[in-house]
């Protein structure tokens, strides 16, 4: 079997002498790395920490790679799969929950492998800083037995992409490439190469290889297991497996981002950098193992590596010293080593580096339209089912309006439940965003007008995929690069799945808002309420007359605090022992939330004062 060349970790392995250096992002330089890997097709569904590398991938030109916004992960995976078996090199990328959407075909073109080089880039997020769970892809990827790689920086970032491409053919292997939010969002030197032209190859027609029948499955077993032993050997000679001898004391087993943390507290010690944690080189760590007195796994997240070696017998310290929650920092695993006994407990980090940022609660932004379906539900006391996106935070004070959220798309499924309990007394109402619904709403608004549900559907539409930068969807009518494309109409795909009450009200229009909701839920069956307005951020910043209290006859009764808007604060003005409330104009939009709620007519436009 042709084995990959070696790839250098300092430099673009399609570098040239006087290469141009450029300060790249991690999900940057995961882009460039494709591109120079001469990847043909690109798709990805938008989630943080990955959405920047397909929008990046859309800034190289067209004639190299096509790049697409798909409806969701498994969609995602699909396309490159079909690219995959037409002979050119794929790419998909997803976060670490999209995996979970995908996992259904990824558990199959593990079996199947690839005829052009396929790779799936995943971003986990240790720490949780813009997702529902923690959960660790390794874990899944090595349940699929898919080859696991993992950039320690960008540059690395860049070179390992190319490398993937060329471990994917070879051993006939989709490949994951892991980031993590901290590795995606970091910003560091890259040094560029060239694009890698790769010829197509021809589609391979084997129906017993690309054709999962329970006869053919059960050939290609036996496959995977095979090809898990030739990685691992691979691995054992491959030049992203690194040595860096230090003393013989301490030694330390690491991956990813853990390792730089590693280097900057324990420069002193032996490293042994794993190009990813599966599979695992055994002759390698083994001897790596004999060579040290004592012998440390830094991992972020579940002790993969650390669990692997001691399934082999090696003596190796880990979890018992660094958490298998939140993400790492040189902080933290200085004082895993201090607890380790390894460093000091004094000196540098043990307080000088303990710096807490200033709490700041969460909210939507000034003018959001999700406010008023918010104001609305939380009047009637609907039992709310939330789903994933901005308009989570109307779970908290002081919109305080949504009762659960589970996973992308999953509240309208819940409301069912809920209403087919019989127990629930009030009007059961699922909120889920436009990008969201096209993700995984469909399917469960269908099961819901098949059984015929006695519930409200809010679709909150905001022209775009807000919680994650601006993207665009197929309700958006632009593809990716920003070309014109086919519009959903959101009405017509709810009255063709069945669904006899539907109205698209503008977020705005309080009074409309309020008045539709009522006519919903006393609709028996399933309705659907389509709550239109833009973003008030992506992808224009909206900037209406801002708003003005007249202070002389606010009554300080607090119904415009209530709305949630940042832009409102107290005044230095009291009323009754309460205060009264003034406006920031450089934040306000003018959106009128506050004028509509306000008893006492006391906000106006700034222009009309």
Known sequence: MAQPDRVSKTAAPGARPNAEVRPLMGNEAIARGAWEAGVRVAAAYPGTPSTEILEALAGYPEDDIYAQWSTNEKVSLDVAIGASFEGVRALSVMKHVGLNVAADALMSITYIGVNGGLVIVVCDDPGIHSSQNEQDSRVLARFAMVPVLEPSDAQEALSIMRHAYEISEAFDTPVIVRSTTRLSHTRSPVTLGERQEVARREFDDNPQKNVMIPSHARLRHPALLEREAKLSEYFETSALTQLDAGERSVGVITASISHGYVKEVLGSASVLKLAGSYPLPERKIREFAASVERLFVVEELEPVIEDQLKSWGIAVEGKEFFPRHGEFSPELVRDGFVKAGILPDAGIGADVFRIEPTPRPPVLCPGCPHTSSYLALRQIEARVAGDIGCYTLAAI???????????????????????????????????????????????????????????????????????????????????????????????DVCRAVGVKWVRTVDSYDLAAMHKALREATAFKGVAVIISNRECVIDPVKVKGVAMVVRAESCTACQSCMNVGCPSISWSDEWFDGRHKVKIDPNTCIGCSFCAQVCPSDSIQPGESL
Do not use: W
């Open 397 to 491: 004070e002081p919109l305080r309006a949504i009762d659960t959220c589970v996973a992308m798309g999953s509240s309208i499924a819940n409301a069912i439940g809920m209403a087919k309990t019989g127990v629930e007394e009030r009007p059961v109402v699922a909120t889920i965003g436009d990008s969201t619904f096209l993700h995984a709403g469909l399917p469960p608004l269908i099961d819901a007008v098949y059984n015929d549900a006695d519930i409200t559907v809010m679709l909150l539409d905001n022209h775009i995929v807000a919680m994650t930068g601006g993207q665009n969807h197929p309700g958006t009518g632009k593809t990716l690069r920003g070309g014109p494309t086919h519009r959903i109409n959101y009405e």
